[in-house]
């Protein structure tokens, strides 16, 4: 990530001061050597020593002014500073009082002072962003550190996270707000322990009370208690070298976490109801943090690689769970068969509940990562593996043990279809003619309450039927059509939500629509009831566009 990282902190005799500050220095590109240049290690040997001599002449001429205490200062003067090495990447990143570039210093210190001046949210205490072209952007957190000697009772620091790329900070802004509260968290909890031992030794604020105060020697009475470091707050003897530790993890993991990609076109929407819901979980993760504090850093990380597997529903825990499974959709054809397949996929393209109940969750868990292949991401809510009943309001997909009762108004109900998975007798009917045995070893037996016909419809069905069963079609091959016959009728669902939700046409005029569409005809009552569950897809991104768009050319017509 091109950013750097740095803690400030608003002296109380000298104004707001940069403390501590990380950056990543990224190897140079190779290049073929000139003649009589010197060889790349030489020359990288050259470049650490003059960048060490550029961080020396910059520190050396600061902690030789005069405006420095004790509480501006972190490292020395004769401090060659922290560095650490990414072996992936050969990334270098450098810890030091102020950044090695002339040009970052100015940068960061005009952060630092908006930082802790100006640029304040409310309660003096959380984050913010403020920035431009010319001068960088900036995610700001500010916190007060407790101090049994500063005024208040507290001194007041920030940690600022600078960056040229806008877009690409603000899409941190969760990651980087959850990780900067474990820092800030752990240094108030600390300063705290040490601010509570003091006031029970010396309770100060009954010592200030009862001491005379002068106006012309308040300056002198206050300056020799203003240059406390944050070490001596805090009692951390290697705090500097923590935070070094922590500043370059955070580098490293914001610039991995995301990653650009070639787009040919606008994004899908499946594209971006996945941005939504990854959106969302950060969101309810710092919620969660907010409200629960005291979890431990391993356990969060634990719980974010669980929601991250669950948010993807491809590959997660059914792929470490041992056991038969579905590897395509034209594999879970072969097994239950032409007929029960379609029925199956009918249910599923319906918006309809399909329930597998069965003692294998991998099994189970492997037909759902196959069935959703048929429907946009927006469509899907799964319960991969439940010991209860889940109402269908809750999920499309739910696969339950073999022990849990079915209730009565779902079983009688035609909007929900139930694959039971039994063990099947060695030497029946169902021979091995899958490379796993998946015949051999379970029988699937599917009911449903509906009646309706499902060999007329819907459209989009059929074309999958025949792509299917075309066995010249390899199984990456017919992934790729499904995709397009995917995105072919999403382009149907958004005129049809145009006309009917946004524009409110009348009846006549939908109809007229769907037939432009090609979603009248054979099976078009399957076709209508296809396109309206899709409709509940959509992102709210693509939503929130079009009904900008539309109040704006209102708002243009009426002027």
């Known amino acids: 990530m091109n950013a750097l990282v740095a803690l400030c902190h608003f002296c109380e005799l000298h104004g707001p001061r940069t403390l501590f500050c990380t950056e990543a220095l990224h190897p140079p590109s190779p290049s073929p050597p000139l003649p009589g240049a010197a060889i790349a290690g030489e020359r990288d040997r050259e470049g650490d020593r003059e960048g060490e001599g550029l961080t020396m002449r910059a520190n050396s001429s600061a902690t030789q002014r005069a405006d420095m205490c004790e509480g501006c200062r972190s490292l020395p003067a004769s401090h060659p500073g922290f560095v650490s090495v990414d072996s992936e990447t050969g990334i270098r990143f450098l810890s030091h009082q102020h950044p090695r570039q002339p040009?970052?210093?100015?940068?960061?210190?005009?952060?630092?002072?908006?930082?802790?001046?100006?640029?304040?949210?409310?309660?003096?205490?959380?984050?913010?962003?403020?920035?431009?072209?010319?001068?960088?952007?900036?995610?700001?957190?500010?916190?007060?550190?407790?101090?049994?000697l500063a005024r208040g009772f507290q001194r007041w620091y920030s940690?600022?996270?600078?960056?040229?790329?806008?877009?690409?900070?603000?899409?941190?802004?969760?990651?980087?707000?959850?990780?900067?509260?474990?820092?800030?968290?752990?240094?108030?909890?600390?300063?705290?322990?040490?601010?509570?031992?003091?006031?029970?030794?010396?309770?100060?604020?009954?010592?200030?009370?009862?001491?005379?105060?002068?106006?012309?020697?308040?300056?002198?009475?206050?300056?020799?208690?203003?240059?406390?470091?944050?070490?001596?707050?805090?009692?951390?003897?290697?705090?500097?070298?923590?935070?070094?530790?922590?500043?370059?993890?955070?580098?490293?993991?914001?610039?991995?976490?995301?990653?650009?990609?070639?787009?040919?076109?606008?994004?899908?929407?499946?594209?971006?109801?996945?941005?939504?819901?990854?959106?969302?979980?950060?969101?309810?993760?710092?919620?969660?943090?907010?409200?629960?504090?005291?979890?431990?850093?391993?356990?969060?990380?634990?719980?974010?690689?669980?929601?991250?597997?669950?948010?993807?529903?491809?590959?997660?825990?059914?792929?470490?769970?041992?056991?038969?499974?579905?590897?395509?959709?034209?594999?879970?054809?072969?097994?239950?068969?032409?007929?029960?397949?379609?029925?199956?996929?009918?249910?599923?393209?319906?918006?309809?509940?399909?329930?597998?109940?069965?003692?294998?969750?991998?099994?189970?868990?492997?037909?759902f990562t196959v069935l959703k292949a048929l429907l946009p991401v927006g469509c899907v809510r799964s319960v991969p593996y439940s010991a209860q009943y889940e109402e269908a309001y809750r999920c499309n997909f739910l696969g339950l043990s073999p022990d849990v009762p079915i209730p009565i108004h779902v079983s009688s109900s035609e909007f929900s279809v139930l694959v039971d998975v039994v063990n099947a007798e060695r030497g029946s009917l169902y021979t091995a003619v899958c490379d796993d045995d998946i015949l051999?070893?379970?029988?699937?037996?599917?009911?449903?309450?509906?009646?309706?016909?499902?060999?007329?419809?819907?459209?989009?069905?059929?074309?999958?039927?025949?792509?299917?069963?075309?066995?010249n079609l390899s199984v990456e091959v017919v992934s790729h059509c499904l995709l397009c016959l995917k995105e072919e009728w999403m382009n149907k669902v958004k005129v049809l939500f145009k006309v009917s939700k946004v524009d409110g046409r009348v009846r006549e005029d939908t109809q007229k629509v769907l037939g432009l569409l090609g979603a009248t005809g054979p099976g078009e009552e399957d076709n209508v009831r296809l396109l309206k569950f899709w409709m509940t897809g959509l992102s709210k991104t693509y939503k929130s566009h079009l009904m900008t768009a539309v109040r704006g050319g209102e708002r243009t017509l009426s002027q």
């Open 440 to 471: 051999s070893l379970y029988q699937f037996n599917i009911s449903s309450a509906s009646t309706q016909p499902t060999d007329r419809g819907p459209t989009l069905l059929n074309k999958v039927e025949v792509a299917l069963s075309n066995e």
């Open 159 to 367: 940690i600022v996270v600078v960056a040229m790329d806008r877009i690409y900070l603000i899409n941190s802004w969760p990651f980087l707000l959850r990780h900067l509260r474990l820092t800030i968290q752990g240094l108030q909890s600390t300063a705290l322990k040490v601010f509570d031992s003091e006031q029970c030794v010396c309770p100060q604020r009954a010592v200030r009370m009862n001491s005379v105060f002068s106006p012309a020697v308040f300056p002198h009475q206050r300056s020799g208690n203003a240059a406390r470091s944050l070490p001596s707050l805090t009692q951390h003897p290697n705090l500097w070298a923590s935070l070094h530790s922590s500043f370059s993890w955070l580098l490293k993991a914001c610039g991995s976490r995301l990653t650009e990609k070639l787009l040919e076109g606008a994004p899908t929407e499946d594209t971006l109801v996945l941005i939504e819901r990854q959106t969302e979980q950060e969101e309810e993760m710092i919620g969660w943090e907010g409200a629960e504090g005291g979890a431990s850093l391993s356990q969060r990380s634990q719980s974010e690689i669980e929601l991250g597997r669950d948010f993807l529903c491809e590959g997660g825990k059914g792929d470490e769970l041992p056991g038969p499974k579905f590897k395509s959709l034209r594999h879970l054809r072969q097994v239950l068969g032409a007929t029960e397949f379609r029925q199956l996929a009918w249910h599923v393209l319906m918006g309809n509940q399909v329930i597998w109940r069965g003692a294998d969750p991998s099994l189970i868990q492997s037909a």
């Open 103 to 148: 040009q970052l210093f100015s940068v960061v210190r005009q952060a630092c002072v908006r930082s802790l001046s100006c640029e304040v949210c409310p309660g003096r205490e959380g984050p913010i962003f403020f920035g431009d072209e010319q001068h960088g952007f900036v995610f700001s957190h500010t916190f007060f550190i407790k101090d049994s």
